[in-house]
């Protein structure tokens, strides 16, 4: 079963950049499907990102569609929530998540249909 660890979280000012991290230890990262999900402070956790095993597949949240870019790189065992034009609303723990798909195409948004999660990477976007 893969672990992953968030990182690359930060306070930044509205309009701003930040990119994320997670990366997974353990066998074969390349079969999992990733998701970015996030929480803000008396929120449900909601649905970011995601990107299938290969990364040929991609979904957004409305929210953030046009702003940031979720990307893989197989070979670091890593993936990546690229995050431009950040506005306080974006302010949120921001979750990493895998699960392993019957698949190779399948992507999820829902978050009962992964089964890992990271401990979370704090972003905080002033105004």
């Known amino acids: 079963q893969v672990q992953v660890v968030e990182s690359g979280g930060g306070l930044v000012q509205s309009g701003g950049s930040l990119r994320l991290s997670c990366t997974a230890s353990?066998?074969?990262?390349?079969?999992?499907?990733m998701a970015w999900f996030r929480q803000a402070p008396g929120k449900e956790r909601e649905f970011v990102a995601t990107i299938s095993r290969n990364g040929g597949s991609t979904n957004y949240a409305d929210s953030v569609k046009g702003r940031f870019t979720i990307s893989r790189d197989n070979a670091w065992n890593t993936v990546y929530l690229q995050m431009n034009s950040l506005k306080p609303e974006d302010t949120a723990v921001y979750y990493c998540?895998?699960?392993?798909?019957?698949?190779?195409?399948?992507?999820?948004?829902?978050?009962?249909?992964?089964?890992?999660w990271g401990q979370g990477t704090q972003v905080t976007v002033s105004s």
């Open positions: 353990g066998p074969k990262f390349s079969v999992y499907s």
């Open positions: 998540a895998a699960v392993r798909p019957v698949y190779s195409s399948n992507i999820f948004t829902s978050e009962y249909d992964y089964d890992t």
